[in-house]
C-alpha cells in the first residue's frame, strides 16, 4: 500500500447514496380525491333530474304541480271560478278528482271560454265531522260522511252551482248536484252525516256526544 493512499475507515458503515423519496399526499389532497367519485355520481342524479322539472308541469295532471306555484296557482283558480260563474243558478259541469272529507272535494271546473280550473269545493250549508278527530267517535262518522259523499259524487253528471269564495284560499263554496241528487249537502243532513251550517263559530263534535 502506498504512503499517500488514503484508507477509509467508514467503508464497512457507509451508507447508501441518499435517494428522495416521493412526496406524500396532503390529507386535504387525500380527501379530495376521495370525494371526486361522489361529486361525479351526484352531477349526474342533479343532471337527470332537470329535464323532468322542465318539462313535469307539462304532462302531469293540472291539479299536480311542484309545491312553490301549486297554493299561488290554486287560490287564482278559485278567485276566476266564483267571479266567472254568472248567476247563482247558473250549473257548472265538474270532474271530480278527489273526496277530502265528508264535506269538500277537489274538482275541475269547466267553465267557459277558457280552460279547465281546480279548486277544493266546500259543500254549501253543512258541517261534516272533522277526519282529525278529537275523538274516536268523531273519526268514525267522518269516515262514514268522507265514503257517504264519496258515493254521492260517483253518481256522475256533478255540477256545481251558486257558487262563491270561501274563507279559506283555494277553495269555494257551492251547491252541488249529481245525475240523481239535485242538492248533496241536503242529502248528506238527511242521512245524519252532517249538521247545518251558515257560517260563524263551529262546535265540536265530541261535546255533543258527551251530552
Known amino acids: 500500500m502506498s504512503p499517500n493512499e488514503r484508507i477509509n475507515t467508514y467503508r464497512g458503515t457507509e451508507r447508501p ?15 379530495v380525491s376521495a370525494a371526486l367519485p361522489w361529486v361525479f355520481v351526484l352531477g349526474i342524479a342533479v343532471g337527470s333530474m332537470l329535464p323532468i322539472r322542465r318539462w313535469a308541469p307539462q304532462w302531469m295532471p293540472h291539479s299536480v304541480s ?36 265528508g264535506d269538500t272535494f277537489e274538482a275541475r271546473v269547466h267553465l267557459a271560454p277558457g280552460p279547465d280550473l281546480t279548486t277544493r269545493v266546500r259543500l ?3 258541517d261534516a265531522p272533522e277526519l282529525k278527530a278529537s275523538c274516536a ?19 256522475g253528471d256533478v255540477a256545481i252551482y251558486n257558487i262563491g269564495p270561501d274563507k279559506y284560499q283555494g277553495r269555494v263554496v257551492a251547491d252541488v248536484a249529481t245525475k240523481k241528487t239535485d242538492n248533496v249537502s241536503a242529502a248528506l243532513l238527511a242521512a245524519g252525516h ?15 256526544f258527551a251530552r
Open 194 to 208: 252532517a249538521r247545518a251550517y251558515n257560517g260563524g263559530h263551529r262546535f265540536g263534535w265530541c261535546g255533543n
Open 17 to 31: 447514496p441518499f435517494r428522495r423519496s416521493p412526496p406524500r399526499r396532503s390529507i386535504w389532497g387525500r380527501r
Open 137 to 155: 267517535r268523531e273519526l268514525q262518522m267522518a269516515q262514514a260522511a268522507t265514503v257517504a259523499l264519496r258515493d254521492l259524487l260517483g253518481q
Open 66 to 101: 311542484w309545491p312553490s306555484h301549486w297554493s299561488l296557482n290554486r287560490s287564482r283558480d278559485s278567485d276566476l271560478i266564483w267571479q266567472r260563474a254568472g248567476a247563482p243558478d247558473a250549473r257548472h259541469a265538474v270532474d271530480v278528482v278527489r273526496t277530502i272529507d
Open 124 to 126: 254549501r250549508g253543512i
